[in-house]
């Protein structure tokens, strides 16, 4: 499986290998491995699938029940104020919050929330919860209304926390104004979880 899985780019991996090892070695997908590409990473078959944009049946064959619960430290960067923050969370990245900021199909992000809903509700570093980066990193719609189905207090405003001495005052509403292509579904549907979010200072 690390074999398989050990590349640079989805076009360097043969999806129906993965699979195949997959089920053949049923072990081998709640293991961690050092993957040598794209990066030096140590991190579990799942996680190194979403990095590498892979289709959601090499997920599903990966998304064991150990796996799906996994975190893995990872340092990312967030548009917070037309600003670029880079950030290490210490505490790691579920692979649905992993898939989010990696921003992987829909149809793949979906599916990790149907196999482990409660990682909705996971909050990292100080209180920073996943409809939050899923409107900072352009979730679809469908997405943003399945986290708010599982969790839809985390659309108001004692859900967002800081992190690191950076205030993150903007609400989830905010964040999804904030992106280039603003989708009126998630506008709508977070709008409806807390319409006073208009009230908000952005």
């Known amino acids: 499986l690390f074999e398989r899985l050990n590349h640079s780019n989805r076009d360097e991996v043969d999806d129906d290998a993965v699979i195949n090892a997959a089920q053949q ?10 993957f040598t590409e794209p990066e030096n990473d140590r991190c579990f ?15 599903d064959a990966l998304s064991s029940p150990l796996a799906l619960k996994q975190k893995i430290r990872s340092e990312q960067k967030i548009r917070l104020n037309q600003k670029i923050l880079s950030y290490q969370d210490s505490r790691g990245y579920t692979p649905l919050r992993y898939a989010i900021i990696h921003r992987a199909s829909s ?4 599916l990790l929330i149907n196999k482990y809903p409660d990682a909705a509700k996971h909050e990292r ?14 979730a679809s719609g469908e997405v943003v209304r399945k986290l708010l189905e599982i969790w839809p207090d985390a ?15 903007q609400l989830p509403l905010h964040m999804a104004c904030g992106q280039d292509n603003i989708s009126l579904e998630v506008v ?5 979880a807390w319409p006073d979010a208009v009230y908000g200072d952005c």
């Open 45 to 59: 078959p799942l996680h190194q699938a979403i990095k590498l944009d892979l289709n959601v049946e090499v997920i």
């Open 107 to 110: 149809d793949v992000i979906e």
């Open 25 to 34: 070695n049923e072990k081998d997908v709640d293991l961690p491995y050092t």
């Open 155 to 169: 659309a108001r405003p004692d859900a967002v926390g800081r992190y690191k001495g950076v205030f993150f005052e």
């Open 188 to 192: 709508s549907a977070l709008l409806h």
């Open 125 to 138: 570093g100080a209180r920073v919860t996943v409809l939050y980066e899923a409107c900072a990193f352009g």
